[in-house]
């Protein structure tokens, strides 16, 4: 007797809200484009499959095996790009001027009602230039971006382009504003890990700075962050500054930005690191870390850290577009804006 096989059922076809997303991703994509060109910056196109991997100790990248057909190249294991950046920041090194890239990213595991491990990034930079003129370039492609994206939507939220300027907020002042804590004055593990506890922040088994730190932003900073308007977090301290320079004058911070709005982390950037020897200690230091973690180890990118000995001063930050659209639009969750999400295959 023949027995048909199961066949689980499949999901609907993408709904209104999808469909409704897909209408503003198009409008969103066209006017950054127009507000990017006509600030000078070149759009690019760097590969989605590239030989080593960012090194950031909390991404696993997806792997993808290279098997030749030809008696061109050998058997090797490639990556999926979770950041174009490695790529982008050799073009600056052999004299492009500002860039700016849509493209797709993925990274390994990421699923939540926020996360989704494909999603889409605007990453840009600009030669000759720092984390400020950074966050005023992306303040302004926003605001416009946000007008394209909205325009005839009922419902959606102009936060990006009626509550300009966006606040400036040092992490210093956002830590000190919502908890009382001043890291300044706790700058070492256990000190801050008594002030955080004292605040109300459960530490667990965290003991160094950055884990302690870990623990009291995400209990009791980030979530009040960006609601009245959209917020550049910045200076953040320089054991987390993978990719930055540290701050002349006070290097205890580094030039980090990140911008959140409602609570919602939706872009990370720096004044660029030039330095290709502190570059390479700081790789050097996440690959014990990702050892540390069980994680994989990647190799160092050679041709990056090249790069980074000859770049002029530099600033970019890169944006999920995913987490923009979800507020435009005044949707909780990243599947609402995406025609396929994981949950297809997860």
């Known amino acids: 007797m023949h027995v048909a096989p199961h066949v689980t059922c499949a999901l609907p076809m993408p709904n209104l809200s999808q469909w409704r997303a897909a209408r503003g991703r198009q409008s969103l994509y066209s006017a950054l484009r ?3 060109a ?17 090194m950031e100790p909390h991404i696993n990248a997806f792997e993808a095996g290279f098997i030749p057909e030809t008696d061109v190249g050998s058997a090797r294991t490639l990556y999926l790009h979770s950041s174009p950046e ?4 050799r073009l600056l090194a052999d004299g492009a001027g500002p860039l700016f890239q849509l493209c797709k990213v993925f990274r390994n595991g990421e699923v939540s009602p926020t996360h989704n491990p494909e999603f889409t990034m605007l990453e840009f930079y600009r030669p000759h230039a720092d984390y400020h003129a950074i966050m005023d370039d992306l303040e302004g492609a926003l605001a416009e971006a946000g007008r394209g994206a909205t ?3 009922p419902g959606a939220d102009p936060l990006f382009f009626t509550r300009t300027p966006y606040e400036r907020l040092t992490v210093r002042d956002a830590v000190l504003r919502a908890t009382g804590v001043d890291i300044r004055q706790h700058s070492d593990g256990p000190s801050l890990k008594r002030a955080a506890e004292a605040a109300g922040v459960r530490t667990g088994n965290a003991e160094t700075f950055d884990d302690v730190f870990f623990h009291l932003f995400l209990q009791k900073v980030e979530t009040g962050l960006g609601h009245e308007r959209p917020t550049f977090l910045i200076e953040y301290p ?10 002349p004058g006070d290097a205890v911070v580094a030039e980090r930005v990140e911008l ?3 609570g919602l982390e939706l872009a990370n950037g720096f004044s660029e690191l030039t330095d290709p020897v502190e570059q390479r200690a700081r790789l050097t230091e996440e690959q014990e870390l990702r050892r540390q973690l069980g994680r994989a180890v990647y190799p160092l990118d050679e041709r990056f850290l090249d790069a980074v000995g000859r770049m002029p001063p530099s600033a970019g930050i890169a944006v999920g577009l995913d987490r923009i659209l979800m507020l435009l639009l005044g949707v909780q969750r990243i599947s609402d804006v995406l025609l396929f999400p994981a949950h297809e295959f997860v």
């Not at 490695?86 to 920041?89: E, Q, V």
């Not at 320089?238 to 701050?247: E, F, G, I, Q």
């Open 260 to 262: 959140y709005a409602k």
């Open 238 to 247: 320089a054991s987390m500054a993978a990719l930055s320079r540290l701050k």
């Open 34 to 36: 127009r507000f990017f």
């Open 38 to 54: 006509a600030h000078g910056y070149l759009e690019v196109e760097t590969p989605l499959l590239i030989p080593t991997p960012g």
């Open 86 to 89: 490695y790529a982008m920041k």
């Open 151 to 153: 325009e005839g939507e």
